[in-house]
C-alpha cells in the first residue's frame, strides 16, 4: 500500500522527484533526478517563504555538492555510497519540509 499522501507545494515536489529517482533506469539518472529535484525544491522555498534561511538547505547542498562531485569524477563512490546519498538527499528534503 504506501504511503498516505498530504498536501502542498513542498510534498508535490518531492514525490515527484522520489518518482524520477525511482523509474531511473541507471545511478547517473537517479542522481541527476536528485539533483535536479533539489534545485526545485529550494528554489520554492525561498520563493514562497519569507522567513527561508538558507542555511536550513546546507544539509542539502552538502550531499548534492558531493554527487556533483562523484558525476565530474572529482571523487569515487561506490554504487551503494551514491545509493545512500542519493537517499539521503531525499531524506533531507523532509526534514526541510517539516522545518516549514
Not at 545512500?84 to 516549514?100: N, S, T
Request: aromatic share 8%.
Amino acid at each position: 500500500m504506501g504511503t498516505e499522501p498530504v498536501s502542498g507545494s513542498p510534498y508535490i515536489i518531492i514525490c515527484s522527484v522520489e518518482t524520477d529517482v525511482a523509474l531511473a533506469d541507471n545511478r547517473k539518472k537517479q542522481v541527476i533526478a536528485a539533483s535536479k529535484g533539489a534545485e526545485r525544491l529550494v528554489g520554492w522555498m525561498q520563493s514562497f517563504y519569507e522567513h527561508f534561511d538558507p542555511h536550513d538547505a546546507l544539509a542539502i547542498s552538502t550531499i548534492q555538492h558531493q554527487l556533483m562531485d562523484w558525476a565530474k569524477g572529482e571523487i569515487e563512490l561506490s554504487h551503494d555510497q551514491v545509493d545512500e546519498k542519493v537517499a539521503a538527499l531525499i531524506h533531507e528534503f523532509h526534514e526541510l519540509e517539516d522545518k516549514y
